[in-house]
């Protein structure tokens, strides 16, 4: 563990200290998501979309990916969205359980370092100012720093800033997804700096958020742009396969 992570894991550790939390799943007192919890859940195992990281039944790319190639060079996810890990993202998003974050990076971490992506910076999907003054928090940037601290590569929030303040994309099709959220993502010159990014968030449905901010980072000159999420929602649909 490096320097600076280790200090960030010694800060959570002293809240935990002070305000003992509860496993969010079997309820054990002192611990967030104790071990013996979080070996219940596998991270998604391959075969995945060489694109978009969605699981598939032969290797390659998924049907959609070939017909319509996503703007981002891969996305890969940890887990998927569902059970104890919808629970958990739930408790960070919207119960300020913000030290769990630090535990479900652990994830993102171990994902990243199976990847041979070339990483210049990190930085997270905004949320806007209204959703920051409701929230008082981005739970994609609580996940992404504790995922840069520990690979040494540096966070910017200062790459992306969202323009427009899209309603809520539950329950909308995969196209309304995509116009609800088309141009709500603005790249900022300093994001001109770096060659490759890596864009995190917490779940990827339609992959529609991401793809917006891979456009506006590559109209800054970004080469290579990278998706990391903790969950993906999984589709059930038969169609959605690959060939090698």
């Given at each position: 563990m490096r320097p600076a992570s280790f200090l960030y894991h010694l800060g959570w550790t002293a809240v935990d200290?002070?305000?003992?939390?509860?496993?969010?799943d079997c309820g054990t007192l002192g611990e967030r998501w104790c071990e013996t919890c979080q070996q219940k859940i596998s991270l998604l195992a391959p075969p995945l979309c060489e694109?978009?990281?969605?699981?598939?039944?032969?290797?390659?790319?998924?049907?959609?990916?070939?017909?319509?190639p996503i703007s981002m060079d891969a996305i890969r996810s940890c887990y998927a969205y569902e059970g104890i890990i919808r629970e958990a993202i739930h408790r960070l998003k919207f119960e300020k359980d913000l030290g769990l974050a630090e535990i479900l990076a652990n994830a993102l971490i171990k994902v990243l370092s199976m990847q041979d992506w070339n990483i210049d910076v990190i930085t997270s999907v905004?949320?806007?100012?209204?959703?920051?003054?409701?929230?008082?928090?981005?739970?994609?940037?609580?996940?992404?720093?504790?995922?840069?601290?520990?690979?040494?590569v540096p966070y910017k929030r200062s790459l992306l800033k969202r323009v427009k303040d899209a309603p809520s994309q539950v329950g909308l099709s995969k196209e309304e997804r995509r116009e609800n959220i088309r141009e709500a993502f603005e790249g900022l010159p300093q994001a001109s700096q770096y060659s490759?990014?890596?864009?995190?968030?917490?779940?990827?449905?339609?992959?529609?958020?991401?793809?917006?901010?891979?456009?506006?980072?590559?109209?800054?000159?970004?080469?290579?742009?990278?998706?990391?999420t903790l969950a993906r929602a999984i589709s059930r649909d038969p169609l959605a396969r690959a060939t090698s």
């Open positions: 200290w002070l305000f003992p939390p509860y496993c969010l694109r978009c990281g969605r699981p598939v039944e032969l290797a390659g790319l998924c049907v959609e990916c070939q017909h319509a905004p949320v806007s100012p209204a959703r920051m003054k409701e929230r008082g928090y981005n739970q994609a940037e609580m996940l992404a720093f504790p995922l840069a601290l520990n690979t040494g490759s990014v890596l864009v995190v968030d917490d779940v990827v449905t339609t992959g529609s958020t991401l793809q917006s901010c891979a456009l506006a980072l590559r109209e800054q000159g970004v080469k290579q742009v990278y998706g990391l």
